[in-house]
């Protein structure tokens, strides 16, 4: 079974093309239980994408695609309320100062807004793939290793994403 966990939505302006109520339209007609929401840098589809699977009978999972401090982007999703509570004061943080369109946060900074997330190491522009790209395998090791201690073994899942390019 798949589960859709790294949706964007037209909210993250020039990555994602459709509505949230368009993704849990699509969900329910590939009989998916579930899909995430994970819009850059903020959870501005989530209450329409709530709402929308709730009608269409599919469970919505409400996430945001952080931006980190060396450009990479990491996907966390909401687990429980703690974890809602967690990442939108996490969000408020990057935000907080920033300029339009350049909130980031630090790695090592996300450790006390882990509890009640879930992380997925992000697709091509995920801190472990941009590591690996750059021929950096101990840094992609460090990281993945920062990752799980941070938000446990249970909610660290290394994200795989085919491309269909030639070297993958």
Not at 44 to 59: D, E, H, M, S
Request: charged share 25%.
């Amino acid at each position: 079974m798949f589960i859709e966990l790294h949706a964007q939505s037209a909210f993250s302006f020039l990555e994602g093309a459709e509505h949230p109520e368009a993704f849990a339209a699509e969900a329910a007609r590939l009989e998916m239980p579930a899909v995430a929401l994970v819009d850059r840098d903020g959870v501005y589809g989530a209450p329409r994408l709530t709402r929308a699977a709730a009608n269409a009978g599919v469970k919505p999972i409400v996430g945001s695609e952080i931006t980190l401090a060396d450009g990479s982007r990491l996907p966390l999703l909401v687990e429980d309320r703690e974890g809602y509570q967690n990442l939108c004061r996490l969000i408020t943080r990057m935000k907080l100062g920033a300029p339009k369109g350049a909130a980031a946060i630090a790695l090592d900074d996300l450790e006390p807004y882990a509890a009640g997330l879930v992380c997925l190491t992000g697709g091509a522009r995920g801190p472990l793939a941009l590591r690996l790209a750059a021929g950096d395998v101990d840094g992609a090791r460090r990281a993945l290793a920062r990752l799980v201690a941070m938000f446990g073994r249970s909610s660290c899942f290394v994200e795989i994403q085919r491309h269909f390019l030639r070297d993958q």
